[in-house]
């Protein structure tokens, strides 16, 4: 078996057992468990506003359960220095790039918190620096508005890691870099080229949400046929789609909206609920950021809706007092936060107050759950869900910047059920898909949608297409979703052979035995 040796900060150090319970109270725990961050500069054991900021390491479980034929060796960094072997160091980050390569103070600038001895044995070349990104699709460069009204301002990412690693004297070819952004490869070898760049880390394409739903999809062995067939049996009580909103996004509550507008918003299984968090002019005290942070992690999220905020959207029905103010907030926070959707007289009627009340009357909207307070969507879900509808509108993670192709374990698992999806999603997602084997549904479902850089065009484009699904019959639906059957079938089967995901693990192999082996 081929050996794929990780060496830890604080190894030997957070398998004791005190240590291991104040880290489980304290921080939910980590992955792999009882290791402590690397490149984190302290142990923050006895200080709770003192986050550590990298919390997920995915490349750990990617031998450990996926590679049957690798032995996962962990220790701590100082034992493989003492015996002068090499091994792969793994930056894990969580949260956006703003927190882990940042320029605003030392704890969250890229490299600084490595321990010196650990620094000396990359600089001898005998160390493979792993930045993992794999579990999100955040761009490399920020700066054009679209992408930096969706994720943010922060510095290049390309750049910072090379002038980290000139500064530290780190070998740059000793780096790899893990991002489940599909356009990144291309975007890092352009930038290298334009900069002139001699020698370049490895930028490696690693879509971790396609293996991530991995423990669940093992156990899905339906076929498109029992899926029609069932369709068929329980035409009368079928819904026409199914959309999950677990996070109020600006743009997702824009096109639940616009879903309400239209009047196809009772057509489709439906989810919202509104935490108290995001009503900032009532729950004033309530802080999202800390709420994420407390939890860096954790498989929970309180961050999303809980039983309370439940029964607090069922008072909106009750209390108008309560409901007007609600509205008026949302009616001021959508004109700055939508305004990349545009300014047509359309948008303006989506977003106007009567709307907005008239959507907030109808919450909560569950569809399976009414607390994702322990929610792990990766692994908990249903696949009844996907069966009592005929096609799905997917929320994708991002959706506005033209320099994201980021599909999450949202499509894949539309792919694993059967289920023909409308999408809105970043532009070009669709023709991605297609490059790596999945086929679309044109021309069942238009999707000139995602050939649109515009994000306002793109969302007229989805709704229109959404209208049209919207106007057929069950009857109609039926026959629509018999005519895909080689296309979801197809798409189900690609997912089942991994040929993306074992590339992009044979490129890190490559690298590994390079460096380390």
């Not at 490696?204 to 069932?230: P, Q």
Request: net charge negative; charged share 25%; with cysteine.
């Amino acid at each position: 078996m081929k050996k794929i040796k990780f060496g830890w900060d604080y190894w030997n150090y957070s398998r004791q057992s005190e240590i291991r319970k104040i880290i489980k109270k304290d921080f939910g725990g980590f992955s792999p468990d009882y290791t402590w961050q690397n490149d984190s500069d302290t142990l923050p054991l006895f200080d709770s506003n003192y986050q550590p900021t990298n919390a997920w390491h995915n490349i750990v479980p990617i031998f450990d359960h996926h590679i049957p034929t690798s032995e996962v060796i962990h220790k701590d960094v100082t034992e493989y220095i003492d015996d002068d072997e090499s091994f792969v160091y793994v930056i894990s980050t969580n949260g956006g790039p703003q927190l882990w390569c940042g320029e605003d103070s030392k704890r969250n600038t890229l490299f600084y918190n490595i321990k010196e001895h650990t620094k000396e044995h990359i600089r001898k070349g005998k160390v493979l620096v792993v930045i993992d990104l794999s579990f999100e699709g955040f761009c490399i460069d920020s700066s054009d508005d679209y992408s930096r009204t969706e994720m943010g301002g922060y510095p290049h990412l390309a750049e910072v890691v090379h002038r980290r690693a000139e500064e530290e004297k780190f070998p740059i070819e000793n780096i790899a870099f893990l991002s489940g952004n599909h356009k990144d490869p291309e975007t890092y070898k352009k930038w290298c080229e334009d900069n002139n760049v001699k020698k370049s880390m490895n930028w490696i394409l690693l879509d971790w949400c396609e293996r991530a739903i991995s423990s669940d999809y093992k156990h899905i062995r339906s076929t498109f046929e029992e899926n029609f067939n069932y369709k068929v049996d329980n035409l009368d009580s079928m819904k026409h789609y199914l959309c999950l909103m677990r996070r109020w996004k600006p743009t997702r509550v824009f096109h639940h909206l616009s879903l309400n507008y239209h009047n196809i918003l009772d057509k489709g299984s439906v989810s919202a609920i509104l935490a108290k968090w995001d009503v900032k002019s009532i729950f004033k005290d309530i802080d999202r950021t800390k709420l994420e942070m407390n939890n860096a992690g954790e498989v929970t999220f309180s961050d999303c809706a809980t039983e309370d905020d439940t029964e607090f959207n069922k008072t909106l029905l009750k209390e108008n007092e309560v409901l007007d103010v609600v509205t008026e907030e949302f009616y001021q926070r959508m004109k700055p936060d939508l305004s990349m959707l545009g300014t047509s007289s359309e948008t303006f009627r989506i977003r106007a107050k009567d709307n907005i009340k008239n959507f907030l009357q109808k919450l909560p909207l569950v569809v399976d759950k009414t607390s994702f307070n322990t929610l792990d969507s990766f692994h908990h879900w249903d696949s009844q869900l996907y069966k009592d509808t005929f096609f799905s509108f997917v929320y994708e993670t991002w959706a506005i910047s033209p320099n994201i192709v980021f599909y999450s374990e949202k499509i894949y698992k539309c792919i694993l059920n059967f289920h023909p999806f409308v999408a809105w999603a970043n532009p070009h997602t669709i023709e991605y898909m297609n490059d790596n084997g999945y086929k679309s549904f044109n021309p069942h479902i238009n999707e000139n949608y995602d050939n649109h850089v515009s994000a306002e065009d793109r969302s007229i484009l989805v709704m229109k297409e959404m209208i049209t699904l919207c106007d057929m019959t069950n009857i109609q639906l039926l026959d629509w979703y018999a005519s895909q059957e080689e296309i979801l079938t197809h798409n189900y089967n690609r997912f089942m052979k991994e040929d993306s995901f074992m590339k992009s693990v044979n490129q890190f192999l490559e690298v590994y035995d390079r460096v380390v082996g």
